[in-house]
């Protein structure tokens, strides 16, 4: 599956001004997204005995295969991208969000579905749901895989292979560890997520998520904190609008196309209230060096 994706930059001042625009163009109300995401990278670095490495996953199941074959032999950092039914500010606000966007895809051509409206319900019972939602192992998790981006200039927007695949049970930790993969850090994605037409709409800051060290190893916490008391990654609180298609197929250059007109004419549509960019494509590599 193909990514096709814009990207802008929203001062914190007019974040809610921006959101507001967007539930006029989508016409729907904004869906809260709170995601953990944990990154990994691989046990064996390239130069390690002499030559490159990359994990065995081939007893995973076709999905892992074709993760492993988009890779070409290189080595990348993964995720384990895990939804969390937030408590914040005291009111429990139920998230349904499994993988942003559903993995709303375009096969032989576009196809949308709804995004399912937020469930909000306040009481005891929900903010223990809630508390409970953020620990490792009770979280619904998938592993997911970003190739460095193509070479700017080819297409008016980002474009890269990205893949999905759910984690139906057992310990993710675990599971990565037998993939050959170490946990490195971790980051909260908090924001509101919109569709319009294809396009999946993520306006977003990562939040600094705390994960203490066993000696030289760093380990997840078991369940994180509340997402108020965790602090923005950039400073500035600068948040991030991400417009995003998935394409299934792409190389079929129409559809490819088809969502890059797409993208193209919402970048239009947002002139004056945010400048919608291609991606830098080495901020975007997800490559271990």
């Known amino acids: 599956m193909h990514e096709l994706l814009l990207f802008g930059q929203v001062p914190a001042s007019r974040h ?3 959101l507001k625009v967007l539930a006029g163009i989508a016409a729907m109300q904004p869906q809260l997204v709170t995601e953990r995401h944990l990154v ?18 081939g007893s995973q199941g076709s999905q892992m295969q074709a993760i492993q074959g988009q890779m070409h ?11 969390v039914r937030a ?38 019972a929900q903010a223990n749901m809630a508390s409970a939602d953020s620990d490792i192992s009770s979280q619904k998790w998938s592993l997911e895989f970003r190739d460095l981006p193509e070479v700017p200039g080819r297409r ?36 509101h997520q919109l569709i319009y037409n294809n396009i999946i709409l993520l306006l977003s800051r990562p939040l600094l998520a705390p994960f203490p060290k066993t000696g030289q190893q760093a380990i997840p916490v078991p369940q994180l904190p509340p997402v108020n008391t965790l602090q923005p990654l950039d400073p500035s609180n600068t948040v991030i609008l991400q417009a ?21 004419a919402f970048k239009e549509t947002m002139k004056g209230v945010v400048e919608m960019e291609v991606g830098d494509r080495l901020a975007l590599d997800t490559r271990v060096r």
């Open 16 to 18: 809610d001004q921006v």
């Open 40 to 57: 990994f990278k691989p046990k064996k670095l390239p130069g390690a005995n002499g030559n490159p490495s990359r994990p065995k996953l």
């Open 73 to 83: 032999g290189d080595l990348f950092y993964l995720q384990l991208v895990g939804d």
């Open 87 to 124: 408590s914040i500010g005291g009111n429990s606000q139920v998230i349904n969000s499994t993988i942003i966007g559903e993995d709303i895809s375009m096969a032989g051509g576009l196809e949308s579905e709804n995004a399912d409206d937020t469930a909000v319900s306040d009481g005891t």
């Open 156 to 191: 008016p927007v980002t474009s890269r292979l990205m893949s999905s695949v759910p984690i139906m049970d057992g310990d993710p930790i675990r599971f990565m560890d037998a993939l050959g993969y170490n946990f490195m850090s971790e980051y909260v994605l908090h924001g």
């Open 244 to 264: 995003s298609i998935r394409v299934q197929d792409g190389t079929k250059p129409e559809t490819v196309t088809i969502g890059s007109n797409e993208l193209k």
